[in-house]
């Protein structure tokens, strides 16, 4: 059983900063963030092999946002830099459990744990 507990989302202005947190319980593959806006399919943002390596990203979110991982505190954030208004969204972190490849860690339908959800509004 995997539990993950987000923290760090809130309203900020265009062009501003926000990390997000994501505290976990239990052992993994990797993990990933996610974002669903109003009618929107959930989307995948980023996410990291829990072995190590680097973050893979989202071709929207490329070179502003940064995911990263503390071992020891079994926790994965991501830092979103340079935020637009089309970034407002409820941002999901997931685990992925079972064994895979970066590949499958884009994919939501791999994960099988998720977190509660954190509200991010980047106002205009």
């Known amino acids: 059983q995997v539990q993950l507990v987000e923290s760090g989302g809130g309203l900020v202005q265009a062009g501003g900063s926000l990390r997000l947190s994501c505290a976990a319980s239990g052992r993994f593959y990797g993990m990933g963030w996610f974002r669903q806006a109003p009618g929107k399919e959930r989307e995948y943002v980023a996410a990291?092999?829990?072995?190590?390596?680097?973050?893979y990203y989202a071709d929207s979110v490329k070179g502003r946002f940064t995911i990263s991982r503390d071992i020891a505190k079994n926790t994965v954030y991501l830092q979103m830099n340079s935020l637009k208004p089309e970034d407002t969204a409820v941002y999901y972190c997931?685990?992925?459990?079972?064994?895979?490849?970066?590949?499958?860690?884009?994919?939501?339908?791999?994960?099988?744990?998720w977190g509660q959800g954190t509200q991010v509004t980047v106002s205009s």
């Open positions: 990291i092999a829990w072995s190590g390596g680097d973050g």
């Open positions: 997931g685990a992925h459990v079972l064994p895979g490849t970066t590949w499958s860690l884009r994919y939501p339908n791999n994960y099988e744990y």
